[in-house]
């Protein structure tokens, strides 16, 4: 289904726009965390096994936000909305989200969204995949070794669960994934759905112009024949010998998609097994996930899947907004046709719809 932004907005629930958009009436908290994992010491440039989360929920009243930014404090690059640093949590226990970003992008660069579905009542839990995030050098291995991804979901969400402020909030009955472009692979594979990499390597031989086989803007010297030399080295063996193990989160209820990318590497058996609710948005001007080769195959394979395409909406649309600095600093990333906050309050609303529905009871939802 092809739909206009505003259109789209309208259909979801036109009430629920001027809540996007509105000064904020519940204070969002952020708080910012260290897991460890094997994994992420291969991956990491320096060679640490740390991985960096974000958790971002509704806090108590008297919280007092600020501005979140990216890039220098004087010249930012882009903004993200706002948040106050280490708030006190509201009460009671929340339906919780993890949140994985793209390719060379960062849980911050994310913060549009989970703020946004912080502010809706959830506790959001987003990490910086170690290895493939822009703020540490982007190495081989964080490209190959994407099934690890899922892998630091799942030890961000146990190190959210063993805080002691944050753990007693983590609703673990009601748990939902989101993710853009890599992202998005990544909620697929912490839903269940394995990958078979040889798969992938043949889709991208026969088309190696597929906007997901090209080397990508945040890594060019990325190309397929250097990963696949990486991934026959002797320090990746033990990772790759796992990739297409299941790396699924237990109790993952609801997932939505934001221009999914390197959906190639799934079977298509393994897309037909996912149950849980799915929503989709893409973008029909997407030239670095192409729809036809990635939304739409999951759309027409998982049984509970929904999408909407959006006319005129590209791949970079679903980064946070870009200052007048950042357009310059970064052409690529910043243009578009389509003002970024329509695709943003977009995805918001449709992402809200689903989990409303997905994991929150119907009682509750009439209460908030």
Known sequence: MRLT??????LLGAASVPAV???????VGERHGVAHLPSAAVRDAAGRDALRYTVWYPATPEAREQ???IGPPDTPLFTVGSAAADAKIASGRLPTLLL???NGGSARMMGWFGIALARAGYLVIAVDHPGNNGIDPMTLAGSI????RAEDLKAALAAVRADPQLGPHVDDRRVGVAGFSAGGFTALVAAGARVDLARLIAFCRAQPDDGVCRPQLESRDTTLEARIAAAASPALAPYMARAADDHGIPGIGAVFLMAPAIVQAFP???LRKLQQPMSILAGDADEVAPPVTNAEVVAALSPSAGMRIAPD???YDFLATCTDAGRQAMPALCSGTIPREETHAAAIVQATHLFDEALVPAGARSSR
Do not use: R
């Open 5 to 10: 932004l505003p259109l789209l907005l309208l």
């Open 21 to 27: 958009a509105a000064p904020p009436t519940v204070p």
């Open 67 to 69: 501005p979140i930014v």
């Open 100 to 102: 994985s970003h793209g």
């Open 145 to 148: 070794l994407i099934w690890e």
């Open 268 to 270: 298509p058996d393994q």
């Open 313 to 315: 909406v590209g791949h």
